[in-house]
């Protein structure tokens, strides 16, 4: 769209600044300003909500605009309505795996920038990855998410390679690590190639922040300081094959709402020029760590702030998943659970070789502090609890139900006759290898109880086949 000549706003635009466009997102943000009592408007954007078709960035800024309380009421259980008809009572869980410290770039909210000398710098070696992986697989994890600092010399591409690959290699006990997630920094085409050729689930990189000026004063130094490469990593992760990309945004750099509009933006444009949207959204905060002090950032935002946020990328992007990592607490973790978020971490820890062999104060190398300090069991007991299915499901991205296959998957709500079996059976493994007896017995009585919830009544024959197969000793089946 160009508007009135002054600006060119261009959704199709391979261009960062033509899709993220800055004077699109002030005009955004000054019209949601003036409708945000437009009660009228605000209910039509909310009934075209409810038709589960998702929101545009205009409209969505309209909403978080706001501030009536009946309307955002409706925005919340709107929310919940979208999560439960999409993704149904399943939270996948995952943990981070940090591979090294060392980077080159100057990002000032993060504790690995080049100029911090007392951070512990660590890079794993293959060895110690295995026994990182062994650790993870000893608590029942089968998805991770790989990170690592920028560093060419360090962690080349080579070296993420050579991880993933050792990381798919182990099989210890009856674990196995079947989806490697990677957010690692923008690189090339050809190197995105390589992570698709070596097997990766989704590709995540954080924009940080959408605002232009901003970003460059946050990255002062490094590659990571050119915004158009940052921006449009997502088109080459894409035009290399990767159809599972995660965008996110580090709420507290800069103004939320005009975070969210250029989230959004980045949506619309993925979908505009790839044909499928994001595959997840990832909504950190800035956390205190090494040499960081997140007041030192004047746009953090307040839980209620935050859960509208939640609420709203729900509406907005309604197949598109959400994950909350263990930056929040468990009751924050509580209140966007039925928001919307249908990924979370589980016993993470940021530092590198933090698995296998718990830091000392002085030999810390962690990215930041962690909120949640629970253990899997724990977690999963607690998801159990509040009626949520903890699922270690890997199913979609193994039998090449990736991109536009897994979104028609989510359109034509098939999900609760594939997605809910699956959760259902690696529950079980779950339950049979890691879990506490509490944990075994609340996990039995819910599968009973969720077996029923299978609409084809073949696939619930088949997945009770499984279960009691699983039961004796059989492993990875999958719908
Ligand atoms: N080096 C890669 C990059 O540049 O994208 C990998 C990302 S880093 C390992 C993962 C993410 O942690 C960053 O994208 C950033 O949003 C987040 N992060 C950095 N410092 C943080 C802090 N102090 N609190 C919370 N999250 C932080």
Not at 6 to 15: A, C, F, P, Q
Not at 46 to 70: F, M, N, P, Q
Request: proline fraction near 3%.
């Amino acid at each position: 769209m160009t508007n009135n000549n002054t600006y060119k706003y261009d959704v199709n635009s391979l261009k960062a600044e033509e899709f993220i466009n800055h004077e699109e997102i002030i005009d955004t943000l000054g019209y949601a300003d003036s409708n945000k009592d437009n009660l009228e408007l605000v209910d039509a954007i909310l009934d075209k909500a409810e038709l589960l078709k998702g929101l545009t960035h205009r409209e969505a800024s309209v909403l978080l605009a706001c501030e009536d309380k009946s309307r955002i009421n409706r925005m919340f259980e709107l929310a919940q309505k979208i999560k439960k008809d999409f993704y149904g009572n399943r939270i996948v869980m995952f943990a981070p795996l940090y591979l090294s410290n060392y980077c080159i770039n100057g990002c000032v909210y993060c504790p690995y920038h080049l100029k911090n000398k007392h951070i512990c710098r660590k890079k794993l070696t293959q060895e110690e990855i295995k026994a990182e992986v062994i650790a993870l697989q000893d608590m029942g994890h089968k998805r991770l998410a790989i990170e690592a600092g920028e560093d060419p010399v360090n962690n080349p591409i080579e070296y993420i390679l050579d991880s993933i690959k050792t990381i798919y290699s182990i099989k210890h006990k009856n674990g196995a690590i079947r989806r490697v997630n990677v957010n690692i920094a923008a690189t090339t085409v050809e190197n995105y190639r390589k992570l698709k050729d070596a097997g990766i689930g989704t590709y995540i990189l954080f924009q940080e922040t959408y605002h232009k000026e901003s970003y460059e004063k946050l990255h002062p130094t490094g590659p990571k300081h050119d915004y158009a490469y940052h921006t449009e990593a997502m088109d080459r992760a894409m035009d290399g094959g990767i159809d599972d990309v995660g965008l996110g945004v580090l709420f507290g750099l800069e103004l939320y709402r005009y975070e969210l509009a250029g989230l959004l933006m980045h949506a619309e444009h993925l979908e505009a020029v790839h044909g499928v949207g994001p595959h997840t959204i990832s909504v950190p905060r800035i956390k205190r760590a090494d040499d960081i002090d997140p007041s030192a950032f004047d746009n953090g935002i307040n839980d209620d702030i935050f859960a509208k946020i939640c609420a709203l990328i729900r509406i907005s992007v309604p197949y598109t998943g959400m994950i909350i990592s263990t930056r929040e607490s468990q009751s924050v973790r509580e209140k966007v659970l039925n928001l919307g978020v249908s990924q979370i971490s589980g016993a993470s820890r940021t530092s590198v070789g933090g698995y296998a062999e718990p830091e000392t104060e002085e030999e810390n190398s962690s990215q930041f502090d962690v909120s949640d300090n629970r253990t899997l069991d724990e977690v999963v007991n607690w998801l159990m609890r509040m009626g949520f299915i903890p699922s270690f499901c890997t199913a979609c991205y193994r039998e090449g139900r990736t991109g536009d296959r897994f979104m028609a998957l989510c359109k034509s709500k098939q999900i609760q006759n594939c997605c809910h079996p699956n959760a259902l059976l690696t529950l079980k493994e779950y339950l049979m290898d890691y879990a506490s007896e509490d944990t075994k017995k609340l996990g039995e009585e819910l599968i009973s109880r969720e077996i029923n919830n299978i609409p084809n009544p073949k696939a619930k024959d088949v997945c009770i086949n499984k279960l009691d197969l699983i039961s004796e000793g059989q492993r990875d089946f999958r719908f």
